[in-house]
Structures are given as C-alpha cells and as structure tokens.
C-alpha cells in the first residue's frame, strides 16, 4: 500500500474526527458533531457506538433540552494526550504544548539561528527537551515557518524572510524526533487553530489576515484551508499596492508589507517627521517595540495617530475589501503583533474596507482577536488535532499516524510507536 497517497478512506477517518473533536471542543451532542463534521447524525450515532464499545468515548448526563428527545453528550474517555506546536523564526523558536483543548500547558522561547548549517539540529535539540518535559503522551509536532511549504506532509520549506531554500524541514524533524511532524505556512497554522478553537466553529468560508512585522493572509474556503497549487496562497503582504514605491526583500516595489509592515511603518514615521531617523532600529528585532513607543507617543498626539497608525489602517482596510470583494467570505478576522495597536488603527482600516466593499457586503463582520506570544506556536500544534478531521487527506502518511495515536491515547494506550 502506498502510505502517502490520498490518505484515509473517510470510513476510517470518521472515528479519528470524531476522537480529535470531543478532545479539541470537550463533550458535543451526536447532533452537533454530524453537523461539525458535515455527516449524517446516522453514521455518528453508529461510530458512537463503536467508540463507546472499545471504552474511548462515554455518554454523559442528559441534558436538558427544549423539547424533543433529550439529548446526552459523548465525552473523551482517556487522551491525556498533548500536542506540541513550534514556531520559527530568524532569530528564535517559540515552542509550546497544550492539551487537545488549546489549553497550553507550556511554553519556550529559544534563541535560534537559521544561518547555522545545524540549524535543523539545533531546533530539534529544542523539540526534544519540550517532548521530554510533557508528562503525555504527545500526538506529534506542528511547526509553523514563514514562507510557502510543499505540503504538510513533506514539509519542505521555501523561506526567503529567514533564507531557507528548499528546506527539507519535516524529513529531518521526523527522523530526529521520532513523532509524526507537520509542516506548514504559519499563517496558514493560525487558519487552521480558528478552524479548532476559534471562527471555526460559527464559519466556513473566511480570511485570516495577520499584521506585524509581515502582513500574511489565510484563506479558508467551505471549511478548507486553501493552499494554492503548491503551498504559496495568501501572500497578501505582496499584494501590490501602489506603482513604484518602496522595495520590498523580494524585489518588488509598492507591495501591502513594504507599506504597512513594522519596518514600512517606521520608515513612514520618519518621512513623515514623527520620529528622528536616527531613532530608527537598525535590527529587525527592534522593530515591534519601536512601534510600541511610537503607539505611546500616538495616544497624546493625533496627528501622529492618524498619518501613521490610521493611515496604516486604511491601506489594510482597502486590501481586505478587495480580497472579500474576490472571495466573498463570511468573516474577517485580524490577528497579530501589530493588533497590540489595533485602537489606533481601527477607525482606519473601518473607513478603508467598508468604503470599497460592494454595497451587499458593506456590513461584513470582522474579529480582531486578542493576541498573545503564544499564539504563533499554539497555531503550530493545532496541525496536529486538526489532522484528526482531515477529510481531504492534506496531512497524508503523518496525519494517519496521528490519527493511530490519538486513538491509542484514547483507548488508553500510552504510547503508539511512529
Ligand atoms: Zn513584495
């Protein structure tokens, strides 16, 4: 059998989802997990059954209902299991596990860098020591990089922003590690963690867009994370903006990130007179704690508010109403360093995108969700659980053997070997 074609038969996927599910979302109706999975109530009442049978899941309580047959949640019966999520960037990793729920249960910041030839070693150094330190079974690791991936499974990374070319990430993770290891954009992770933990659960169809150091942009479509012909979708920070402009470290000129990412803003609060150019950082890791002092200087002065946090508003809002005017999701949501500042950029990016979107979708929704360190890292590991309801067979060979853990965990199982 060839082990990385097409992955499961949805036969054998049904239970896994149903197992990744309770486990991510805590105990669901059989109404409610047939409609979060897209599936008649009739297969999850005969996979309830069967998981019920070999002690992995057990009904809880009734519930009281309005009326109708009352109906009881199936609940997790083992999984004490976690999954670890690393996030890479040029100068550390952020790693962290948390339980199936999204609950992190721990977290590192290690310095890294990815010129070293032993770069991959190195990671996996750090990888091993957070494996080490989880007292659970772990479902596998996600790694979250920036830049465009082959696909989850292969893991081979083309990134530019932290110079990796062809980077053979996930073959050399697997063998160091020895746990199921998926790759993927790591702003496409985050589109997948608010398919677990977050939009998800109300939306199919939907944009991600990140703002910080990078502007970056996750598509999800019916529910889908759409990747493009091979990995490189939603590269909105190279969305082109305005013709001529300044260049940006691929070579273009005028693009969405060269205007409004952290080192386009700077660049603007210098042209612009509200900043000394000799304040200006001269590290890119400088570059997020210089916009939080030019944001203190913003909330007492507003005509620094407005030329550069409103301005950067607008120019993000108009890029995300063309993106809904060509795709026509249902919702927005923003995350990021940058939303640190969202205050200040809000009444911007309103005016912006509601100006340009067509007069049906003018009252679109958008979420910004609150934003903390960990989330980049926590949108890695998602990977893994979402891997469990993988109905196109994205995450291939990797994902089945998740799937076998998951269930070994379940069942009560420690350990499944890779
Ligand atoms: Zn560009």
Redesign the pocket.
């Given at each position: 059998m060839n082990k990385t074609a097409s992955g499961s038969r949805p036969s054998d996927l049904l239970p896994a989802s149903v197992l990744g599910l309770l486990g991510a979302r805590g105990p669901m109706t059989r109404t409610e997990l047939a409609a979060a999975l897209r599936v008649s109530p009739a297969s999850i009442t005969q996979v309830g059954k069967d998981l019920m049978s070999r002690g992995m899941v057990a009904e809880l309580g009734q519930l009281a209902s309005g009326g109708g047959r009352p109906a009881r949640p199936l609940s997790l019966v083992g999984s004490a299991a976690q999954i670890v999520g690393v996030k890479v960037a040029a100068s550390h990793l952020a790693v962290v596990a948390a339980k199936l729920d999204g609950t992190v249960t721990l977290t590192r910041t290690e310095p890294f860098d990815v010129t070293r030839p032993d770069a991959l070693d190195l990671a996996a150094r750090a990888m091993r020591a957070v494996l080490e330190a989880v007292d659970a079974p772990v479902l596998g690791v996600g790694v979250g990089v920036p830049g465009s991936v082959d696909s989850l499974e292969s893991g081979v990374a083309d990134s530019p922003t932290i110079g990796w070319h062809n980077a053979q990430i996930g073959a050399a993770l697997r063998q160091k590690l020895g746990v199921p290891v998926l790759v993927e954009n790591d702003v496409n992770a985050l589109a997948v963690a608010e398919q677990v933990y977050g939009v998800g659960r109300r939306y199919s169809t939907y944009l991600v867009v990140t703002i910080g150091r990078g502007i970056g942009c996750g598509i999800v479509i019916d529910g889908q994370v759409y990747r493009g012909a091979d990995g490189g979708a939603g590269?909105l920070?190279?969305f082109?903006m305005v013709e001529g402009g300044q260049p940006?470290?691929?070579?273009?000129s005028g693009?969405l990130?060269?205007l409004i990412g952290s080192s386009g803003l700077i660049r603007r609060a210098v042209e612009a007179g509200f900043w000394a150019a000799d304040e200006t950082p001269t590290r890119p890791d400088d570059e997020l704690a210089a916009i939080r002092r030019l944001a203190a200087r913003a909330a007492t002065d507003p005509v620094l508010a407005e030329g550069l946090f409103g301005w950067a508003g607008r120019w993000l809002g108009t890029a995300a109403a063309g993106l809904v005017n060509l795709l026509n999701p249902e919702t927005v949501v923003i995350l990021g360093e940058g939303t640190a500042q969202w205050e200040l950029w809000e009444a911007g990016f309103e005016h912006g995108f509601r100006s340009k979107l067509m007069a049906a979708r003018r009252s679109l929704p958008y979420v910004v969700d609150p934003w903390d360190e960990d989330k980049w890292a926590l949108g890695a590991a998602a990977l893994v659980i979402a891997s469990s309801f993988d109905k196109d067979g994205a995450t291939g060979y990797q994902g089945e053997l998740v799937r076998e853990r998951l269930s070994g965990a379940a069942a009560g199982r420690t350990r499944t070997e890779v």
């Open positions: 590269e920070g190279h082109p940006c470290p691929y070579g273009h693009c990130e060269s």
